[in-house]
């Protein structure tokens, strides 16, 4: 099964950012709570515990990495129902990331966005965070997850292009 990656990367004055949306036929509140609540969380990404809230820290366990560690997620902003931002350290590195959710009609939009100081990893962390938001589309629709042998390594390339492309073009620039 081939799987078509949608994220996008965009040079920043730190580095990249890798932003990538999905949508939604659900209320605001119920895709909230399906990023938030760390029952729901767990049926895609992982559990977390701790008493959360702006400026605090809470434990992470990824439910999907092979021997993952718990980490420790510091809440850098939380408004709930629209926003969440979190930076979390773990084996792999430094992690900021974002979470915009948008009422139109009857659709929610979700926008995720990782920040990158290393633009060059994008081609790692590209294919895991499209798995992981489709992991989130089917565990709150009731549906089968996917599997990650399709999107890693082949979106990898996808993903490693767009840097590519933005060094070429700040080139000529």
């Known amino acids: ?3 078509r990656p949608t994220g996008r990367v965009f040079p920043t004055a730190t580095g990249a950012d890798l932003v990538i949306e999905r949508s939604f036929q659900a209320p605001i509140e119920d895709v909230w709570a399906s990023v938030s609540e760390p029952d729901r969380l767990a049926r895609w990404f992982g559990r977390w ?9 809470v434990m992470l366990q990824l439910g999907f990495e092979k021997d993952a560690s718990p980490c420790r997620v510091l809440i850098e902003s939380c408004r709930p ?5 979190v930076c979390m350290k773990d084996d792999h590195g430094d992690w900021r990331l974002e979470l915009t959710l948008e009422q139109r009609g009857d ?24 798995y992981y938001l489709d992991m989130l589309i089917a565990a709150h629709g009731g549906q089968p997850l996917p599997d990650f042998a399709n999107y890693y ?18 080139a000529d620039g």
Do not use: C, N
């Open 153 to 170: 390594p082949a979106q990898r390339e996808y993903f490693a292009s767009q840097i590519v492309a933005q060094q070429v073009a700040g």
């Open 49 to 57: 515990s701790g008493e959360a809230g702006p400026g605090k820290y």
């Open 107 to 130: 659709t929610t939009q979700l926008r995720f966005v990782q920040h990158l100081t290393d633009p060059g990893l994008v081609g790692d962390t590209g294919p895991g965070w499209e």
């Open 81 to 85: 129902p629209t926003h969440l931002a």
């Open 1 to 3: 099964m081939s799987v």
